[in-house]
T-cell receptor
Framework: SQQGEEDPQALSIQEGENATMNCSYK?????LQWYRQNSGRGLVHLIL?????REKHSGRLRVTLDTSKKSSSLLITASRAADTASYFC????????????FGKGTRLSVIA | DAGVIQSPRHEVTEMGQEVTLRCKPI?????LFWYRQTMMRGLELLIY????????DSGMPEDRFSAKMPNASFSTLKIQPSEPRDSAVYFC?????????????FGQGTRLTVV
């Protein structure tokens, strides 16, 4: 079964606005990762947050993790048309070197 | 490194035919994963290998699906016989064995259409 579930399924915003996507998961995790997928392409890693971290930044990206609620959020600030893509959260379980388990993603459209 | 390389990029085949998808992982990566992506089910893990050995194939949907990794630089996913419901994008990904806190690198995918 899917580990992560993203919310919303689709998001449309104007260029310059901030975009927030949420992810919920079910089991204990070692880390949570966010990936981006442009249409017709493979997934590209954006950022990883470990289970003992609460917040992490990378450029215009800000990720938070709340292990008590089993949830994470990805914030993209000052969005650009080039940010239009699908965004997926993926989790690695606490049992160690296990595969990433993905949610169904959020489709972000940034309108210029 | 050129990244994870998958071939073909697109495959159209008739129902009942055998389909073979190919993947070359990044050199030095010990883990290789096969995922399937559809609109309805999202990204599903089919099987993964560690040091060329299959570790978990519980995601392989049916006996029609098989995967091999004869060496560290090559893996195949075979569907025989193929059915229209197998139509999807199949991704291969690899990851180094430096612990769980590492990212996976994905290929561009193979879009399979079974008619």
């Amino acid at each position: 079964s899917q580990q992560g579930e993203e919310d919303p399924q689709a998001l449309s915003i104007q260029e310059g606005e901030n975009a927030t996507m949420n992810c919920s998961y079910k089991t204990s995790i070692n880390n949570l990762q966010w990936y981006r997928q442009n249409s017709g392409r493979g997934l590209v890693h954006l950022i990883l947050i470990r289970s003992n971290e609460r917040e992490k930044h990378s450029g215009r990206l800000r990720v938070t993790l709340d292990t008590s609620k089993k949830s994470s959020s990805l914030l993209i600030t000052a969005s650009r048309a080039a940010d239009t893509a699908s965004y997926f959260c993926a989790t690695v379980r606490n049992s160690g070197n296990t595969p990433l388990v993905f949610g169904k993603g959020t489709r972000l459209s940034v309108i210029a | 490194d050129a990244g994870v390389i998958q071939s073909p990029r697109h495959e159209v085949t008739e129902m009942g035919q055998e389909v073979t998808l190919r993947c070359k992982p990044i050199s030095g990566h010990d883990y290789l994963f096969w995922y399937r992506q559809t609109m309805m089910r999202g990204l599903e893990l089919l099987i993964y290998f560690n040091n060329n050995v299959p570790i978990d194939d519980s995601g392989m949907p049916e006996d029609r699906f098989s995967a091999k990794m004869p060496n560290a630089s090559f893996s195949t996913l075979k569907i025989q016989p193929s059915e229209p419901r197998d139509s999807a994008v199949y991704f291969c990904a690899s990851r180094p064995s430096t612990g769980p806190n590492t990212e996976a690198f994905f290929g561009q995918g193979t879009r399979l259409t079974v008619v």
